[in-house]
Each structure stands twice: as structure tokens, then as C-alpha cells.
T-cell receptor, first 116, second 117 residues
Framework: NAGVTQTPKFQVLKTGQSMTLQCAQDMNHEYMSWYRQDPGMGLRLIHYSVGAGITDQGEVPNGYNVSRSTTEDFPLRLLSAAPSQTSVYFC???????????????FGNGTRLTVT | AQSVTQLGSHVSVSEGALVLLRCNYSSSVPPYLFWYVQYPNQGLQLLLKYTTGATLVKGINGFEAEFKKSETSFHLTKPSAHMSDAAEYFCAVSDPAYNFGNEKLTFGTGTRLTIIP
């Protein structure tokens, strides 16, 4: 199984540019999420989705947009990149049912984004 | 609101020595607690978790953690460190009643473990 696949691995953007970080999972997980990881700050939740067609904001959603048209894919869009968005971005998924909440998260290997 | 504090952003131990990584949490309800590990250039993976029942939880790679409600702690230990244990470790807490997926999972800031040969 591929698990959670993120592309690209590295990206450099100029301020004001837009781009989409791709995330796909082949485990039929309903729950998918995006985190950013910054030194000394741990992981912070950007957006999440509990199923196709359903998304919601996490702790730090400003400047990011998401959609969930299929169970497998959960892309993250940067609308107008800013230097403050320089970070490592992780996509994660998990099983979600009312009787299996808090299931372990499965992470991709991350996208390292630099905004100049 | 819940929170997690990991004491020590960097910990170094000699190969073969005891590993102790500290985690304290704040939660208004009995929490679920997790330890995740991140190896260089990879995503996080679950080491172990506490939900209910036995307070001493065993995980992968010889790690274990003990839930101590009176001390609001969930410290991670391993009796004998290996070079392959070098990684960053994250403690996380969730409110089981309001965490349908993992949207209420709060991570600590991480502890980087270095193993000295």
C-alpha cells in the first residue's frame, strides 16, 4: 500500500504566487487533514475533512483553502503565498466512525515549502 | 481547552542508557493520550496510545508510557537506547468525547532525541 502520498516534496514560491499541495490516500479513510510544522511549535491543524464534500477549519486556516471532492484526495491551496507560510506541510488521514474515533493518524512524508 | 507540555526540546542519552521523555497535559475530562515519532524527512507515526484501562501502555520498538492521572503525566520510556531511536517525539492529547476524527488532537512541541555512541 502507498498509504498517504504528498506531492511535491519541495517547493519554492515567490510572495503572492499561488499553488496547490497534493495529498492522496489509498486506505479508504474518511478523515483527512493538513498540518503545518514549524520549529518549536509542533504541529498545527490547518483544515480537515470528515468525508467527501465536508471540510472545516482547524487552528490556523487563514491563507489556505481546501476541498474534498473524493474520498482519496484532499488538496491544499495557498491563495497568495506569504513568507509566513514557509513551513513543512503534512497531510494525515485516519479511519473515522462513531465507534472508532481517535484512530491513529497516518502521515505523508511532507512538503517543504519556502516562500521568498 | 486542552494542552500538552513536553519538557526539554532536546534530550541526549548514551546508547544503552534509559530513555525518558516527559509529557504533561491539561484537560478538563479524562483524555486520550498519544506518542508519535518522526524520523528525519518522514511523517509522524504512532508509537503508542492510552485510551482507557491499563495505565501502562506498551508500544512499538520497546517503548512504553504510563498514564498518571494524579500527576497529569504521560512520560515515554525505553530501558535501553539504540542508535535507531534518534528521532523527534511528539506527545498529543485529545478529548475523546469531541474528537470524531482527530480534529481535537493537540500536539506538543516535540522533543528531539539524540543517541550518543
Amino acid at each position: 500500500n502507498a498509504g498517504v502520498t504528498q506531492t511535491p516534496k519541495f517547493q519554492v514560491l515567490k510572495t503572492g504566487q499561488s499553488m496547490t499541495l497534493q495529498c492522496a490516500q489509498d486506505m479508504n479513510h474518511e478523515y483527512m487533514s493538513w498540518y503545518r510544522q514549524d520549529p518549536g511549535m509542533g504541529l498545527r491543524l490547518i483544515h480537515y475533512s470528515v468525508g467527501a464534500g465536508i471540510t472545516d477549519q482547524g487552528e490556523v486556516p487563514n491563507g489556505y483553502n481546501v476541498s474534498r471532492s473524493t474520498t482519496e484526495d484532499f488538496p491544499l491551496r495557498l491563495l497568495s503565498a506569504a513568507p509566513s507560510q514557509t513551513s513543512v506541510y503534512f497531510c494525515a488521514s485516519s479511519i473515522t466512525t462513531w465507534w472508532t474515533n481517535n484512530s491513529p493518524l497516518h502521515f505523508g512524508n511532507g512538503t517543504r515549502l519556502t516562500v521568498t | 481547552a486542552q494542552s500538552v507540555t513536553q519538557l526539554g526540546s532536546h534530550v541526549s542519552v548514551s546508547e544503552g542508557a534509559l530513555v525518558l521523555l516527559r509529557c504533561n497535559y491539561s484537560s478538563s475530562v479524562p483524555p486520550y493520550l498519544f506518542w508519535y515519532v518522526q524520523y528525519p524527512n518522514q511523517g509522524l507515526q504512532l508509537l503508542l496510545k492510552y485510551t482507557t484501562g491499563a495505565t501502562l501502555v506498551k508500544g512499538i520498538n520497546g517503548f512504553e508510557a504510563e498514564f498518571k492521572k494524579s500527576e497529569t503525566s504521560f512520560h515515554l520510556t525505553k530501558p535501553s537506547a539504540h542508535m535507531s531511536d534518534a528521532a523527534e517525539y511528539f506527545c498529543a492529547v485529545s478529548d475523546p468525547a469531541y474528537n470524531f476524527g482527530n480534529e481535537k488532537l493537540t500536539f506538543g512541541t516535540g522533543t528531539r532525541l539524540t543517541i550518543i555512541p
